[in-house]
């Protein structure tokens, strides 16, 4: 039986008793889980100041073996059946831990729905790094920084690849040349490695304006009416009820509340040639495309949340689209922008063309 390791022990702060409130919440959690609460195989706790961490089983496996996932302990590490107090032996196979119970005794293990295991001065982490991207003045690459703390010593990769201490160490900031997937993770001795920080950074080229003499205000506005919407894709099968010029981009163009969908399209016009950032939030799904390129990609059944994307405009107009739905339940639109690194404002409705 196996499970991967909890994402640095978020689920507790406390020492796990099988009697206390901490228990009757576990019981719940695995026995008679609230409706829509996702119960998992394995549970973790994390006692900070003793440094020791709790593996809680809701069921103990028939071949006696416990894996956890990405977890490597020192050699001298003790592991107990928290219960009886009872030592187990283990073996450390790469970055996995394989631990080995003893035979299920019923009048010595009195648990029935919760079996804990001690992991005796182990589970500090690593503290998570903060990644800045920075693009300079006029700059289509950026520059990244990666902020340390505690002593820890950042590593990273640029290909989506885990870092490890055979990554690439962090010495002084850095420019990217083309795209990628940055990672990094932070390392310090005698402690669990920290939780890796992802970003996608992005290495911009110009897009040129178009020029567009009969260019009116307003974007053209086609809302649609469907069923089941999943996607911003499934527009294209939609029925259409409304087609109209509209100055804005509102919620309020949509022809009811649930399973509508809205598709905005024509020209946007920049004012001056920079990198500009998007910040597109929906309730569900929503797409930006600017040019032929996607820049916000926040597609999908979920609630209100925001995405962005930046893209390097050169003054002048662009093709614009934006396609949002909303399925069941609550509905949000807003799309906002910002010169990089400005922070986001309102759209204003004098950037928003179309023609006839």
């Given at each position: ?287 930006l495309w600017i040019g032929n390129e996607l ?62």
């Amino acid at each position: 039986m196996s499970w991967k390791k909890a994402s640095q022990w978020s689920a507790g702060k406390t020492d796990y008793k099988p009697k206390n409130n901490s228990g009757d919440l576990l019981l719940k959690l695995t026995v008679d889980p609230d409706p829509g609460y996702a119960v998992k195989e394995c549970f973790f706790t994390y006692n900070p100041s003793a440094n020791n961490l709790y593996v809680i089983l809701p069921k103990y496996p028939s071949d006696k073996k416990v894996v956890v996932h990405d977890l490597a302990i020192n050699a001298n590490t003790k592991i107990e059946l928290l219960e009886t107090h009872q030592a187990l032996t283990w073996q450390q196979q790469g970055n996995d831990l394989l631990i080995q119970l003893p035979e299920f005794d019923p009048n010595k293990i009195k648990s029935q729905y919760a079996f804990v295991l001690k992991i005796n001065n182990s589970g500090a982490f690593a503290a998570k790094p903060i990644v800045h991207i920075n693009y300079g003045k006029n700059s289509l690459k950026p520059v990244v920084t990666i902020t340390s703390y505690e002593n820890t010593q950042a590593y990273y990769t640029l290909d989506g690849a885990m870092p490890t201490e055979n990554s690439t160490a962090y010495t002084k900031p850095f420019e990217v040349n083309q795209s990628a997937t940055l990672q990094v993770r932070t390392f310090k001795k005698d402690v669990l490695p920290g939780n890796v920080v992802s970003a996608q950074v992005k290495v911009f080229a110009w897009q040129s304006s178009e020029k567009i003499p009969d260019a009116n205000p307003g974007l053209k506005l086609t809302a649609y009416e469907g069923n089941a919407f999943q996607s911003v894709d499934d527009l294209n099968s939609a029925h259409v009820v409304k087609n109209a010029i509209v100055k804005n981009i509102s919620l309020k163009d949509t022809s009811r509340k649930e399973e509508a969908g809205l598709m905005y399209q024509g020209y946007i016009k920049i004012p001056k040639d920079d990198i500009y950032t998007f910040y597109l939030s929906s309730d569900d799904g929503s797409k930006l495309w600017i040019g032929n390129e996607l820049v916000v990609d926040n597609d999908g059944s979920h609630g209100d949340q925001g995405k962005e994307g930046g893209v390097a405009l050169k003054k002048g107009y662009h093709v614009f689209k934006l396609g949002y739905f909303n399925g069941v339940g609550e509905a949000g639109l807003q799309l906002q922008y910002g010169v990089y690194g400005s922070g986001e404002k309102p759209l204003p409705s004098s950037f928003l063309y179309h023609t006839k």
